[in-house]
């Protein structure tokens, strides 16, 4: 391999905020690093995604105990990428919720990607002896439910494929908030490599329908007010179709994987490489796009082995 990831190269610890997008209402972001939502209800609060390790959640868990001394009930996973799950424990939840669809993607290839994702991401995984195993859920959804944190409401969705297959999003309706996982990024790039690039604009306008005041994004600041997260909505539809036009023209042709990392070369990185984590992600976005290209509807499971060999059919 001619030269590593991006991501193993970023070893700087990042400033982390706390951001109130509601009321009771809570972001926690870290310059492009996963970030955590937190609901607090009358009684309990809830937090959307864990974190990477137990260490980095306690992180989180700090800031909450900053605003709230009520016991963290429920933690829902929007999806099943190791960098959010696997700080699960440190929580204490008696709930943990997924959607069926990423409880299924846990048991396909959850140790897959847990090892891709350590040998992508070594700062994020300081301190990863304390996980205890793979992340589970205690309780699964098909479309839709609904947690009462007490009076408060929240309602836990797929609202269709994007990011991954069993995505789900937050709502709370009394704020117009949403929690949206990664199938929304700020100033950051996606990670599009267990993606699906021809539904993700629907998904986002399936967002976009409930008008949210507010979003917590997957990667990058707060989205308050509805001009921001227009904006961001806007961006993240932008990023994806960037990427997948130029491939989809190389595909079309009989183009080989390379052609389309140049093609996408040429189309995003003037508008994108400012974006954190953009050039991490881009060969694999560019192998997803290229696969989903070819027909290939379900992503192909990624393993240490399979990102060294093609990080090297990318460098030529």
């Known amino acids: 391999m001619a030269k590593?990831?991006?991501?193993?190269?970023?070893?700087?610890?990042?400033k982390t905020s706390f951001t109130e997008v509601g009321p009771g209402l809570y972001a926690f972001t870290a310059e492009g690093d996963p970030n955590t939502g937190v609901i607090i209800g009358d009684e309990s609060v809830m937090v959307v995604e864990a974190q990477a390790t137990p260490r980095l959640a306690r992180k989180v868990?700090?800031?909450?105990?900053?605003?709230?001394?009520?016991?963290?009930?429920?933690?829902?996973?929007?999806?099943?990428?190791a960098v959010r799950v696997l700080g699960a424990s440190a929580y204490g939840a008696r709930e943990v919720i997924m959607s069926e669809a990423a409880r299924g993607m846990v048991e396909e290839r959850g140790a897959e990607d847990w090892a891709s994702e350590f040998g992508r991401f070594p700062r994020l995984f300081q301190g990863h002896e304390e996980i205890p195993g793979l992340t589970w859920p205690t309780t699964t959804f098909s479309e839709a439910m609904t947690v009462y944190l007490g009076k408060r409401k929240v309602e836990i969705m797929h609202l269709g494929r994007a990011h991954t297959a069993g995505d789900a999003v937050v709502w709370v309706p009394d704020a117009e908030v949403m929690f949206t996982g990664d199938i929304v990024e700020y100033?950051?790039?996606?990670?599009?490599?267990?993606?699906?690039?021809?539904?993700?604009?629907d998904t986002l306008n399936n967002i976009a329908g409930f008008d949210p005041v507010a979003i917590a994004p997957g990667r990058g600041d707060a989205l308050i007010g509805r001009e921001m997260v227009a904006k961001a909505l806007d961006?993240?539809?932008?990023?994806?179709?960037?990427?997948?036009?130029?491939?989809?023209?190389?595909?079309?042709?009989?183009?080989?994987?390379?052609?389309?990392?140049?093609?996408?070369?040429?189309a995003c990185d003037q508008k994108f490489k400012d974006y954190a984590i953009y050039?991490?992600?881009?060969?694999?976005n560019v192998a997803r796009a290229y696969d989903e290209a070819r027909g290939i509807d379900h992503p192909r499971i990624w393993t240490a082995q399979r990102d060294l060999d093609m990080w090297a059919a990318l460098q030529g």
């Not at 991006?6 to 990042?14: F, M, W």
């Not at 868990?61 to 990428?81: A, F, G, N």
């Not at 932008?238 to 009989?254: H, N």
């Open 61 to 81: 868990i700090e800031c909450i105990r900053s605003v709230t001394d009520k016991p963290i009930s429920h933690l829902i996973l929007t999806h099943y990428h």
């Open 279 to 284: 050039e991490h992600c881009l060969p694999f």
């Open 187 to 201: 100033h950051s790039a996606c990670y599009c490599g267990d993606g699906y690039f021809s539904d993700w604009a």
């Open 4 to 14: 590593a990831f991006a991501s193993q190269g970023d070893l700087s610890e990042k």
């Open 235 to 266: 961006a993240t539809a932008d990023f994806v179709e960037s990427t997948y036009r130029p491939v989809a023209k190389v595909a079309a042709r009989g183009g080989s994987l390379k052609e389309a990392w140049d093609a996408v070369r040429a």
